[in-house]
Nanobody, 121 residues
Framework: VQLVESGGGLVQPGGSLRLSCAAS????????MAWVRQAPGKEREFVAR????????DYTDSVKGRITISRDNAKNMVYLQMNSLKSEDTAVYYC???????????????WGQGTQVTVSS
């Protein structure tokens, strides 16, 4: 099983980034996919998740209206489009997979290695 994130980097406040996660080694379309982030000195925080075929999405309140999660089951990919970025969005962003709508980080079956997002002027 592999989840490989890409697309992180340094961006100015108000800017945009698109994160990608390539999945392999499991039946991608049978899993909810999520993005979870961890800022320095803080616990992992749920950002967004999307259901097996993309019909349902959830977001943490602080990113609603700025961040959009999507998936392409034909390509085994999940994406996170981040707009109007703020300094508080700075974190390592992880891609994760769960069989159902996970309520806690412990419920994710698979994790990627993470990609750094830094929002700074």
């Amino acid at each position: 099983v592999q989840l490989v994130e890409s697309g992180g980097g340094l961006v100015q406040p108000g800017g945009s980034l698109r994160l990608s996660c390539a999945a392999s080694g499991f039946t991608f379309s049978s899993y909810w996919m999520a993005w979870v982030r961890q800022a320095p000195g803080k616990e992992r925080e749920f950002v967004a998740r999307i259901s097996w075929r993309g019909a349902m999405t959830d977001y943490t309140d602080s990113v609603k209206g700025r961040i959009t999660i999507s998936r392409d089951n034909a390509k085994n990919m999940v994406y996170l489009q981040m707009n109007s970025l703020k300094s508080e969005d700075t974190a390592v962003y992880y891609c994760a997979a769960s069989r159902d709508r996970a309520a806690t980080p412990n419920e994710y079956a698979y994790w990627g290695q993470g990609t750094q997002v830094t929002v700074s002027s």
